[in-house]
């Protein structure tokens, strides 16, 4: 399996030399894009608790209410590498749709999950839509942190940061 080591946001970055470039290019487009969503560590969640448990890049924090009554802390905006692929988590709704499903033929090549896409190179990417896209995400988290957490399976957001 598949594991990224590290402690830091620093060694993350650092982490994977070949891919190092593509993640850092997407680091730069995602704070151009959504300045108001700060960007941190996510150390994952602990084993036993709802949520994901691998380590990733985090923008903007919010804190839902998952279906077993714990709280979980997630990112607005996740980034994570896998074995092939680097991913991005975008918990969102808009007009009862996945954020990530309204943009999905447009984005480039990727792989598509329910909120998230994956990527092989930054290359790939259709840049200025994934900058559009970004930049509703953080609008939609700044104005209206409730549809954060639907296409994530949470019941409710608590308090977005």
Not at 77 to 83: I, T
């Amino acid at each position: 399996m598949f594991r990224v080591d590290v402690d830091s946001l620093k060694d993350y970055l650092d982490f994977d030399l070949e891919r190092k470039s593509d993640l850092r290019k997407l680091d730069m487009l995602i704070r151009r894009s959504a300045p108001g969503l700060k960007r941190y560590f996510h150390t994952g969640t602990p084993a036993g608790e709802p949520g994901m448990r691998f380590k990733m890049i985090g923008y903007g924090k919010f804190q839902y209410l998952a279906r077993n009554g714990q709280y979980v802390v997630w990112p607005a905006v996740g980034v994570a590498l896998q074995k092939n692929y680097i991913s991005v988590y975008l918990s969102v709704m808009k007009d009862g749709a996945s954020l990530v499903q309204l943009y999905s033929c447009k984005l480039g090549k990727l792989k598509l999950g329910r909120n998230h896409f994956s990527f092989r190179t930054y290359e790939d990417l259709d840049v200025r839509l994934l900058a559009s896209l970004l930049a509703e995400r953080e609008q939609i988290f700044q104005s209206d942190p409730h549809h954060c957490n639907l296409a994530h399976g949470g019941t409710r957001a608590i308090r977005a940061r």
